[in-house]
């Protein structure tokens, strides 16, 4: 059975900085594509980042690119997303999500419970 | 990017109702790449339905997707009150992924 559990979400003021964990177990973690997807509070799903199963590609939104980091260690099964220079419309729950397939340009057949941030002074 | 539109922004029914969820993107999407995710307030989303028209493993067959090109529809047959509930649809036929706005489907 896929689980996956967010960790890491936390309060923390404008222009600083939290990482995001992912702990993935049920599968091969090492074989499928990996992503973060967020949700600002009472609006729609926003995706945020992917990394390919190897890290050998990684993309992000425009939103947050050149801030936010996506990297996986495939011998921990964690998946993470460093957040630098946060800002208050960063402020949302963020899930980790399994992609469908190793690349990361599938949809998204397995999500974790979601991690809440919140950006504010 | 890809936009999806997704109407209505809210459908209000009954149970044992049929519901016709619409979703257009901007761009015509290659091979059906479309899926559909429900989501209840306070839970990550699940995923419905993927290829526009394949159901995902154990979702009730009263759910069913349909489409191609830049029109694609969720239509659940006969409502059951757990079905109440956010759905909304996505792309992956390019980068970046991208959702709709989402159509809540609420209890009349």
């Known amino acids: 059975q896929v689980r996956l559990v967010a960790s890491g979400g936390a309060v923390a003021q404008p222009g600083g900085s939290l990482r995001l964990s992912c702990a993935a177990s049920?599968?091969?973690?090492?074989?499928?594509?990996m992503h973060w997807v967020r949700q600002a509070p009472g609006k729609g799903l926003e995706w945020v980042a992917v990394?390919?199963?190897?890290?050998?590609?990684?993309n992000y939104a425009d939103s947050v690119k050149g801030r936010f980091t996506i990297s996986r260690d495939n011998s921990k099964n964690t998946l993470y997303l460093q957040m630098n220079s946060l800002r208050a419309e960063d402020t949302a729950v963020y899930y980790c999500?399994?992609?469908?397939?190793?690349?990361?340009?599938?949809?998204?057949?397995?999500w974790g419970q979601g991690t809440p941030v919140t950006v504010s002074s | 990017e890809i936009v999806l539109t997704q109407s209505p922004g809210t459908l209000s029914l009954s149970p044992g109702e049929r519901a016709t969820l619409s979703c257009r993107t901007s761009?015509?999407?290659?091979?059906?790449?479309l899926a559909w995710y429900q989501q209840k307030p306070g839970q990550a989303p699940r995923l419905l339905i993927y290829?526009?028209?394949s159901r995902a493993t154990g979702i009730p067959d009263r759910f069913s997707g349909s489409g191609s090109g830049t029109d694609f529809t969720l239509t659940i047959s006969r409502l059951d009150p757990e079905d109440f509930a956010f759905y909304y649809c996505?792309?992956?036929?390019?980068?970046?992924?991208?959702f709709g706005g989402g159509t809540k489907v609420e209890i009349k």
């Open positions: 999500a399994k992609d469908y397939g190793y690349s990361g340009h599938y949809y998204f057949d397995a």
């Open positions: 049920g599968f091969s973690f090492n074989r499928y594509g």
């Open positions: 290829a526009a028209s």
């Open positions: 990394t390919s199963y190897d890290e050998t590609n990684k």
């Open positions: 996505q792309q992956y036929s390019s980068s970046p992924q991208t």
């Open positions: 761009q015509s999407i290659s091979s059906s790449y």
